[in-house]
């Protein structure tokens, strides 16, 4: 491949593929995202709908929605970097055993990926041949790739993963806490329930794009998760106000 050519222009490839550098990051963003949208509608809006069946008290309500809110987020955050701080440790552990292996034992890896090439259907000549270019060409990226699957320059990022969690638990908790507060009394429940479920349905119909599979079995299943969270905590809620335990 000349300097000037890219992936994409090698015979045989496709644009619409995943191809391209930077696939582990921006799956990573993504994956964090959609996971902190769908947690903070349905964790916010099961504690704004808990207290709005023992209360009609703005304040009770908003309260506990902003708690609800800014605890979620930093909550998601901070288990999204502890995640993937240890997995970027242990991608970063093996690309140094990878280093030092190259260096102590050159032949022995020479040989370990032609190995690799020969038990995936290449003869013997042709997967020492296909090594031994390789490792010309860049012998640590070569077995990283054939080894371990991994690609040096896109080492996820702890800090990007915990950085869209929580903007994205933010940007969907927000949802149901503004619906159950501009919501007059005898609406402000059912209305909710109704915001809720339908930005859950795109959550769940945004994840199965991501990841290519069913969109409706997504939505579906989101929908009904969702809808049980709420009408759970609703009748916590209810039960706690109309026997005057709160």
């Given at each position: 491949?000349?300097?000037?050519?890219?992936?994409?222009?090698?015979p045989?490839?496709?644009t619409?593929?995943?191809h391209r550098e930077?696939?582990?990051?921006?799956?990573?963003?993504?994956r964090a995202?959609?996971?902190?949208?769908?947690?903070?509608i349905?964790?916010?809006?099961?504690?704004?709908?808990?207290?709005a069946?023992?209360?009609a008290?703005?304040?009770?309500?908003?309260?506990?929605?902003?708690?609800?809110?800014?605890?979620g987020?930093?909550?998601?955050?901070?288990?999204?970097?502890?995640?993937?701080?240890?997995q970027?440790?242990s991608?970063h552990?093996?690309?140094?055993k990878?280093?030092?292996e190259?260096a102590?034992m050159?032949?022995q890896?020479?040989?370990?990926?032609?190995?690799?090439?020969?038990?995936k259907?290449?003869?013997?000549?042709?997967?020492?041949?296909?090594?031994?270019e390789?490792?010309e060409?860049d012998?640590?990226g070569?077995?990283?790739?054939?080894?371990?699957?991994?690609?040096?320059?896109d080492?996820?990022?702890?800090?990007?993963?915990a950085?869209a969690?929580?903007?994205?638990?933010?940007?969907?908790?927000?949802?149901p806490?503004i619906?159950?507060?501009?919501?007059?009394n005898?609406?402000?429940?059912?209305l909710t329930?109704?915001v809720?479920?339908?930005?859950?349905?795109?959550?769940?119909?945004?994840a199965?794009?991501?990841g290519?599979?069913?969109?409706?079995?997504?939505?579906?299943?989101?929908?009904?998760?969702?809808?049980?969270?709420?009408g759970?905590?609703?009748?916590?809620?209810?039960?706690?106000g109309?026997?005057?335990?709160?």
């Amino acid at each position: 491949m000349s300097s000037k050519e890219t992936a994409d222009d090698l015979p045989g490839s496709h644009t619409a593929e995943p191809h391209r550098e930077g696939v582990a990051q921006k799956l990573n963003w993504l994956r964090a995202g959609v996971l902190g949208a769908n947690d903070g509608i349905v964790s916010v809006a099961a504690i704004v709908v808990g207290v709005a069946g023992a209360t009609a008290s703005f304040a009770a309500i908003l309260t506990a929605g902003l708690a609800a809110l800014v605890g979620g987020a930093v909550s998601m955050a901070l288990g999204e970097y502890v995640s993937v701080s240890s997995q970027r440790d242990s991608e970063h552990a093996m690309i140094e055993k990878e280093i030092r292996e190259l260096a102590e034992m050159p032949e022995q890896e020479l040989e370990e990926l032609a190995g690799i090439y020969q038990a995936k259907g290449l003869t013997r000549q042709t997967a020492k041949q296909v090594a031994i270019e390789l490792t010309e060409h860049d012998a640590l990226g070569a077995h990283l790739a054939a080894e371990l699957n991994i690609d040096r320059t896109d080492v996820v990022s702890p800090w990007h993963a915990a950085f869209a969690s929580a903007v994205a638990f933010l940007t969907g908790g927000i949802l149901p806490l503004i619906a159950i507060l501009v919501i007059q009394n005898g609406w402000r429940v059912p209305l909710t329930f109704v915001v809720v479920l339908v930005a859950l349905a795109g959550t769940g119909a945004l994840a199965a794009y991501i990841g290519g599979s069913s969109r409706p079995r997504a939505m579906i299943r989101v929908v009904i998760g969702g809808a049980l969270a709420l009408g759970a905590t609703y009748a916590i809620g209810t039960l706690l106000g109309t026997s005057g335990v709160v």
